[in-house]
């Protein structure tokens, strides 16, 4: 099955990998650099999926029908991404068509290089199958047993796509510049049930096997392939609005139909703010503890961590940002992940703008404020030279998942609020992004693009817009050029109080009362905290009190329990160092994981604690969540998979 020659097609597409000059100060090459597919020969515009799922082999066997447009003429040979994928066979229009997989790269994958039978001519439609199978470590998938799930009697699988993962599910043109629909069919055992980012369209038992179900799925509006979901479980769920469901397994339904109640209160207020909801289905799946991230915006089903099960419908802003994605990142998608900021800066933007809505312009306010604090935070753990930390940062040769942090987030958060600050306040700034919205939707931008655009939508305002910092804010790295001052009326309380802390003696402890929390919210007692560990840690005597008189180790919200767990084991309090570690593996939310074992390794005592744990646990964890802690306790691939 070799290829003798090498076509043009493929050839230009090794001349452009080789070529990545990635992001420049100001200029941004339009290759994606953490993809093999040459998108300036052909885009695809469609998949067709059938998909048979392996639980005890921990396998997918696929095949997937890709119709793809060739955009120049002579076209005859395309490049697909895929990860530790076994090709059985290709073809084009139902006739065979060679194959050859090119040279594995650590994080990219193996590009597969198809030579087409015939040429086509510049706008013509091929229709390209490939069927093929994963593999049981597919960075895209996790399987669970049984007894990883809450049920405790059947097998669980989910997928994580975002960023580069799709490619070992399915192979595709893996870069967030081609949006497609999508139709899948899915066999499972006839105990489970699949559902997938797509609209739901029937179910039948398989034709093949009468011991298996065929869940049939449609995606009529076009997107990139990181947002392909799927997931297979003992899955029961509630009606929670006109258009949505919350999904889990049967011992979460409820909690998760309670918890999420006020979903279609959120979208309505998001298509005042965005326009239309274009998506028809806005159903939540709750997952099993292990995945790695609070939410994923995966159309029509957004996946969300249980550790926003908190009782007390406080964590819902992670639904207001997935919501809010349905418009910037799914709608509007970064072109390439070195423009990620485009999706996250305007969805947290947009959230927030959510949150105003329905709490208050204080609130929104005190929302920021922690956001920039998660900011430092993330320029600290990087350091305030890493490159990382640009608004837009160069990713040749730089995994997509080692790049992650608030800093897309919350870095260009505070961009778009002081671009709102300049141009006129909420209102207007609000009604730039709902025009850019439009322009771009059912596409992906650029950074380049997206100034352009603002420079064209405010046209009589550039004497403002040439006085942004526009490189200090996109290609430097640290803080940004401009601190944002926000109102800080929620958080003066939450600034007190650490202070006192922060400033009390031994002698004074007998001041401070269990009525100091009572009056904060939720929002205020993690802002408490998060003040303290921005501090130098907190003596011993000073926590223990703490726990006397606020018992924060009885707090079930996450959020709180992980800031105080980080508070504790800084202290050097040993007795949370057991708590730390619970937490750390219970759940595997990477935000909650990965700076808890690094508190727990950074107390000198129990550093061989955490690395025991993490290797006892790893077989449990996501594989992205797993190969990140390993890298954080200094661990190589060996050691780390003892």
Known sequence: MCVERVPVSISVCVRQRAAHSSVVAGQINMADPCSFSCVSSCVTKHLNLALALDFERRVIRGKVALTVEALRDRFSALTLDSRDLQIVSVSANGQAARFTMGPKHSFKGTPLDITLPFDLSRGQHVIVEVTYETSPSATALQWLTPAQTAGKTQPYLFSQCQAHHCRSMIPCQDTPSVKHTYYAQVSVPKDLVAVMSAMRDGQEVDPQDSSRIVYRFRQPVPMPSYLIAIVAGALESREIGPRSRVWSEKEFVDKAAFEFSETETMLKTAEDLAGPYVWGQYDILVLPPSFPYGGMENPCLTFATPTLLAGDKSLSNVIAHEISHSWTGNLVTNKTWEHFWLNEGHTVYLERMIGRSLES?????????????????????????????????????????????????????????????????????????????????????????????????????????????????????????????????????????????????????????????????????????????????????????????????????????????????RARWEEAVPMAMKMATEQGRMKFTRPLFKEVFNFEKYRDEAVRMFVAHRAAMHPVTSGLVAKDLKLDANTASL
């Open 361 to 569: 312009e204080q609130f929104r306010q005190f929302k920021a404020m922690g956001g920039w604090k998660d900011l430092q935070d993330s320029v600290n753990t990087f350091g305030a030279n890493n490159p990382l930390t640009n608004l837009v940062p160069s990713l040749q040769d730089v995994d997509p998942d080692d790049a992650f942090s608030s800093v897309p987030y919350e870095k260009g958060f505070a961009l778009l609020y002081h671009l709102e600050e300049l141009l006129g306040g909420p209102e207007v700034f609000m009604g730039f992004v709902k025009s850019y919205i439009q322009m771009f939707a059912y596409g992906s931008a650029t950074t380049d693009e997206w100034k352009n655009y603002l420079f064209t939508y405010f046209k009589d305002k550039v004497d403002v817009l040439n006085k942004v910092d526009w490189n200090g804010w996109m290609f430097t790295p640290g803080m940004p050029p401009v601190k944002n001052q926000y109102d800080t009326t929620l958080a003066d309380a939450c600034i007190a109080l650490s202070q006192r802390w922060i400033k009390a003696k031994d002698g004074d402890l007998s001041s401070f009362k269990e009525s100091d929390v009572k009056t904060l919210s939720s929002h205020q007692i993690i802002e408490f905290l998060s003040l303290l560990l921005q501090e130098e840690p907190l003596p011993l005597t000073h926590v223990k009190k703490m726990q006397q008189l606020y018992d924060l180790n009885a707090s079930m919200n996450a959020e709180i329990r992980f800031r105080w767990l980080r508070l504790c084991v």
